[in-house]
C-alpha cells in the first residue's frame, strides 16, 4: 500500500510517524506540500519519505489519498488532486468537511472515507472516528483505512455521517476539556500551598491513573465515581460544591455546543 499525503502538517506527520514505527515503509509513504520549508521538515524528520510540491508529481496508481489539510485550503488542494473518478481511496482527516462536499468537488467521487482524529493521535494515544460513503469503500478499503488511522490510536466506524459531528464534540474537542479541568486542578493545588511542581505531577497523574483504571475496568464510570465518594467525606464535599455549581451540566451543554458549531461550520464550508 503507497500512501499519499495532501498536506504535511503535525497531524499527517503523526500518522506518517505511527506507521513508520509499525515497519511501514519509507519509501511507500509521499507528502504533497505547496510549502517548501514543510517539504524539507518533513524529509529531514523521516528519511526516505519523499515530499513533492504538486499532487501530479507524487501520485502512483493505486495510492491512497489522504487529504491533510485545513478545511479552508480543501477547495485548493482538490482542484489540483487531479483525480478520475473512485481510481484512488480517498481519506479525509479534515474537520467538518463532508463527503457530500468533497464528492461534489470531485465529481461525483464515491470513494470516500471520512475521519475525525484528536490530537493524542501525536503520541499513538488517538481516537478515530471513521465513515464511509458508500458501497464503493470496499472491505479492502476499509481495512486500508484502519490500517492508516489505527497507526496513531484506536478507531470507530460511525454508521450515519451525520453523527461525526457528535465525535468531534466529544473526542475531537474532549481533549480541550480535559486539559482544562487538569488546569482548574492544578490551580487550585498551586492555591493550597502546593510547589508548583508537585502540583502538576499531582494533576497529571491523576488523570493519567483515573483515565487507566476506567479503561481497565467493565463497570460503569459512575460506579467507580461512587466507590471514591465516603459519605461525609472530603470527595463528597468536592462533588456536592460541583452539583451545586452544576458542573456535569455545564459540561453536558458545552459538548452539545460545539456539536451545533460542527454542523454549522459544515454547512457553511458546503455552502463555499
Known amino acids: ?24 515503509a519509507p519509501a511507500t509513504l509521499h507528502v504533497v506540500d505547496v510549502d517548501a520549508a514543510a517539504r524539507d521538515r518533513v524529509e529531514k524528520k523521516y528519511p526516505g519519505v519523499r515530499s513533492y510540491g504538486a499532487a501530479r508529481d507524487a501520485l502512483r496508481d493505486g495510492d491512497v489519498i489522504v487529504l491533510a489539510v485545513k478545511p479552508q485550503q480543501m477547495r485548493a488542494a482538490l482542484s489540483s488532486l487531479g483525480v478520475s473518478s473512485n481510481s484512488h481511496l480517498i481519506v479525509s482527516i479534515a474537520a467538518g468537511v463532508t463527503l457530500a ?32 460513503m458508500s458501497a464503493q469503500v470496499t472491505r479492502d478499503d476499509r481495512r486500508c483505512a484502519e490500517t492508516i488511522m489505527g497507526a ?53 497523574q491523576t ?31 468536592a462533588l456536592n460544591s460541583m452539583a451545586k455549581d452544576q458542573v456535569k451540566e455545564a459540561i453536558i451543554r458545552a459538548v452539545k455546543a460545539a456539536n451545533e458549531r460542527g454542523r454549522e461550520l459544515g454547512e457553511e464550508l458546503d455552502k463555499n
Open 101 to 132: 462536499s468533497l464528492s461534489r468537488r470531485l465529481g461525483g467521487y464515491t470513494r470516500l472515507v471520512r475521519a475525525m482524529p484528536n490530537t493524542p493521535a501525536l503520541v499513538g494515544a488517538g481516537l478515530t472516528g471513521l465513515h464511509p
Open 152 to 204: 496513531v490510536g484506536r478507531f470507530v466506524w460511525i454508521e450515519h455521517e451525520g453523527l461525526m459531528d457528535a465525535v468531534t464534540a466529544v473526542s475531537g474537542s474532549g481533549p480541550a476539556y480535559v486539559f482544562l479541568f487538569m488546569e482548574a486542578l492544578e490551580e487550585a493545588a498551586r492555591e493550597l500551598k502546593l510547589p508548583a511542581e508537585t502540583a502538576r505531577e499531582l494533576a497529571l
Open 1 to 24: 500500500m503507497n500512501i499519499t499525503f495532501i498536506g504535511g502538517g503535525n497531524m499527517a506527520q503523526a500518522i506518517i510517524g505511527g506507521l513508520l514505527a509499525k515497519k511501514i
Open 207 to 237: 488523570f493519567v491513573g483515573a483515565s487507566s483504571l476506567a479503561a481497565s475496568s467493565t463497570e460503569p464510570v459512575a460506579t467507580l465515581r461512587a466507590r471514591v465518594t465516603s459519605k461525609g467525606g472530603t470527595t463528597e464535599a
